[in-house]
């Protein structure tokens, strides 16, 4: 094969500790560099006739773009991963079969050497009909009253660990250092670029426009629109999230949160058969075997590591580091398969299988296993399920690996009932990794006040969900939305491409602290305190643990719940709304929302206690989970 001759190959797209470091400096160079990386097998660079760093055009039937290449031993021959963000979404067909989640992982790629660069984030945004926003960071809009200090005991707004150890230090009206957190903690911590004022997008250029002109640009565009879609909520807090449902059921409108493209699968597959969980406590004080299945902890959550499985000593676990064993399955060689003592490298797509022949071996049925499945030796697997069958508690957790790959539900399902075939043995529970800091919250938020997880559709009167239908990128791919909020979300960087093109066609209002990649694609940017530093707030940690969100500053803006109760009444005066509203479960004017009386988080031990009752409404016993039963 010649040099500039391409090869099909296999793309699969996730996280990495380097993207992760960046996603509240989206506007950075270090982040496109990061996220238009390439990681290849040194023999297919061999086979393209390229040299590690030089650049490749990667080609799909939606678009192609250029990526620089990194040689990695940990890829497979015949696949590339991408670092997930607007690189690889340029090129992903937003086809979701039906679950509401694309094919991040295992898609069909045209990987050729090209001479030409990587151009830049915001160039890519840009040719999907945006507007950068590139103006200097503009600082911290935070006040510190009391003068400097230190706040022990802080939750970290970043992952689904929630880790409620974090120690910050105040300075000059800012946090100047954070300890405890990992890197992608600090990272957001420290930033210092958020927005201080709103923006409008008015003739090419943006303006800066005031709080109310904002909040009636939104109402507007919300009481206009026949399809408006509320999307993301998994960046904010259940109060915020109880108003969004209000404001969806308000306006006839659709309103969805981050799962539906990463873990709705996941609730699907619960919806179907159930879900074998337990606490993230439980795991730490019992679990002597733990399978991270598809998930790469050490780059989406790095402390789950060292605060819940292979690094810390349980009640019932004396010597973690030597007592627990750690398998991982995964389709490459990732930084936490290095570590595990067992690493099972799974074929792209081939988890299905894998699961399958795993059950019927632990059914006593080996002899119908072949030789090898989906790549991993039939021998491999016999010693695994011994393992398996060893645990006095087992533990999975599941990832995106699973939920964005071929099989997407299916394979969570299989996973479960994997689950379901050790506990005829021992104990066995399953967790999906969940990646922002409250997107278990917006799940319970929304089953809350619903009866559905995500994409919750209004447009009849009544509530009605069904992903594929009601999800996101399947209505921004179809153009069916015409009016669009986006907040604690940042679509732009993990929308397919043509999702993006549309938002940059209609009436977009991002609502985020800080300037995001959405804000391209964006007319209007409500900037927002920031739930954890300036604002503070219900969320639930990744095994649906309520926790609350402290703040540690004086905010100078609205955090979200008051911004958009604003868009609320001016919604509600607008259309001439006197009566209370409200078919489904609660409306704003009956909601009674979580407050931090009601809950009594136990700092530093990762658990946390709650009390239910409201006036009018005892909250958590009437709770729906997500799966919509009732608890
Ligand atoms: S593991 Fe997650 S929650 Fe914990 S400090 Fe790191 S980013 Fe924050």
């Not at 080609?59 to 670092?83: M, N, W, Y």
């Not at 449902?245 to 709705?264: Q, T």
């Not at 081939?350 to 059914?363: C, E, H, K, M």
């Not at 990762?606 to 409201?614: H, L, P």
Request: hydrophobic content about 35%.
């Amino acid at each position: 094969m010649g040099r500039g001759t391409g090869m099909r190959m296999l793309m699969n797209s996730g996280r990495t500790y380097k993207q992760g470091e960046q996603l509240y400096h989206k506007e950075s160079q270090e982040y496109s560099e990061q996220t238009s990386l390439c990681f290849i097998s040194p023999i297919d660079l061999f086979r393209l006739d390229i040299e590690e760093g030089e650049n490749v055009e990667i080609e799909t039937a939606t678009g192609k773009t250029v990526f620089r290449t990194v040689a990695s031993q940990d890829v497979v021959t015949g696949e590339i991963f991408l670092p997930c963000g607007p690189y690889a979404n340029f090129i992903l067909p937003p086809c979701t079969h039906s679950t509401g989640a694309p094919d991040f992982k295992t898609l069909e790629v045209e990987v050729r050497p090209t001479e030409r660069e990587p151009v830049s984030a915001w160039d890519l945004l840009e040719a999907e009909g945006g507007l950068r926003y590139d103006s200097p960071p503009e600082g911290c809009p935070t006040r510190s009253p009391e003068g400097d200090k230190t706040v022990a005991d802080v939750l970290c707004p970043l992952c689904g660990c929630v880790c409620d150890d974090i120690e910050l230090k105040i300075h000059d009206n800012r946090i100047v250092a954070c300890e405890n957190g990992c890197l992608l903690c600090s990272a957001k911590f420290l930033a210092k670029n958020r927005l201080i004022s709103p923006i409008k997008k008015t003739g090419g250029r943006w303006e800066k426009i005031s709080y109310e002109e904002a909040v009636n640009y939104t109402a507007d565009a919300l009481v206009e629109a026949e399809r408006p879609l509320l999307f993301g909520w998994s960046g904010t807090y259940g109060e915020a999230q109880c108003i969004g449902v209000s404001i969806a059921e308000l306006i006839g409108g659709v309103i969805d949160n981050c799962s539906s493209e990463c873990h709705g699968p996941s609730i699907m597959a619960i919806q179907e058969v159930g879900h074998p969980g337990c606490t993230l406590g439980q795991v730490k004080n019992r679990a002597d075997v733990i399978i991270y299945w598809g998930s790469n902890p050490i780059a989406s959550h790095p402390r789950h590591m060292s605060r819940y499985s292979t690094y810390t000593d349980g009640f019932f676990l004396d010597n973690s580091f030597r007592n627990r064993t750690v398998i991982v399955f995964d389709v490459r060689k990732s930084d936490t398969a290095k570590i595990a003592d067992e690493f099972i490298q799974i074929k792209s797509g081939g988890d299905y299988a894998v699961f399958s022949a795993l059950r019927a071996i632990i059914r006593g049925k080996e002899d119908v296993i072949p030789k090898i499945v989906a790549g991993v030796k039939k021998e491999d697997l016999i010693r695994i399920s011994k393992i398996m069958l060893c645990a006095k508690f087992g533990t999975f957790f599941t990832g995106i690996g699973l939920t964005q790959s071929r099989g997407k539900y299916k394979n969570v399902r299989n996973a479960i009932e994997l689950v379901d075939e050790l506990n005829r043995h021992t104990k066995y529970t399953l967790t999906p990794m969940r990646g922002h800091w409250n997107v278990y919250g917006t799940n319970q938020t929304f089953t809350y006040m619903t009866g559905y997880p995500y994409a919750v559709d209004f447009a009849h009167g009544v509530a009605y969900y069904n992903p594929g239908e009601t999800s996101a990128i399947d209505m921004l791919s179809r153009k069916e939305v015409d009016a669009c909020v986006i907040i604690g979300s940042d679509p732009g960087a993990h929308f397919p491409r043509a999702c993006n093109e549309h938002l940059a066609t209609i009436p977009t209002i991002v609502i985020d602290p800080f300037p995001i990649m959405s804000t391209a694609v964006a007319t209007v940017h409500i900037p927002v305190a920031m739930t954890g530093v300036d604002a503070e707030g219900a969320a639930y940690r990744m095994d649906a643990i309520p926790l609350w969100m402290k703040k540690v500053m004086e905010p100078t803006q609205p955090n979200d719940a008051e911004l958009l109760r604003r868009i609320y009444d001016a919604i509600k005066e607008k259309k001439s709304v006197t009566e209370t509203i409200g078919k489904n479960a609660c409306t704003i004017d009956s909601t009674s929302f979580i407050t931090r009386e009601m809950m009594h988080a136990a700092p530093g031990t990762g658990e946390s206690r709650y009390n239910t009752v409201v006036p009018g409404r005892t909250l958590h016993h009437t709770h729906r989970n997500e799966t919509g039963a009732f608890l």
